[in-house]
């Protein structure tokens, strides 16, 4: 069982950054892609992006692609997701994710292993 600890969330205005950070109980660089998902208030939660377990491949949700960048430290069993030029419509809960394929963490069905969720605002 793995278990993922998410941390960084809070209160930004738009147009500011925030940086979300996910530890993983067990090293999971060469068992699991990682990856960030978001559930707004009313919503379905949604992909937002991903990283395979070497760190070479990414794959971004349309909605933040060039203002989000996801790392990882395999070190640290760590995976970071760089959030900037935050707006509104980004406001959620965001989940870390893992699962044993690059492509079955990109749906919500795919994901084997979920943080307990951290909520970021942006208020206008």
């Known amino acids: 069982q793995v278990q993922l600890v998410e941390s960084g969330g809070g209160l930004v205005q738009a147009g500011g950054s925030l940086r979300l950070s996910c530890t993983t109980s067990?090293?999971?660089?060469?068992?699991?892609?990682m990856g960030w998902f978001r559930q707004a208030p009313g919503k379905e939660r949604e992909f937002v992006v991903c990283?395979?377990?070497?760190?070479?491949?990414?794959n971004y949700a349309a909605s933040v692609k060039g203002r989000f960048t996801i790392s990882r430290d395999i070190a640290a069993n760590t995976v970071s997701l760089q959030m900037n030029s935050l707006k509104p419509e980004d406001t959620a809960v965001y989940y870390c994710?893992?699962?044993?394929?690059?492509?079955?963490?990109?749906?919500?069905?795919?994901?084997?292993?979920w943080g307990q969720g951290t909520q970021v605002t942006v208020s206008s």
């Open positions: 067990e090293r999971t660089s060469d068992k699991y892609t």
């Open positions: 990283i395979n377990w070497s760190g070479i491949s990414t």
């Open positions: 994710a893992a699962g044993r394929s690059f492509g079955s963490v990109q749906s919500p069905s795919g994901v084997e292993y």
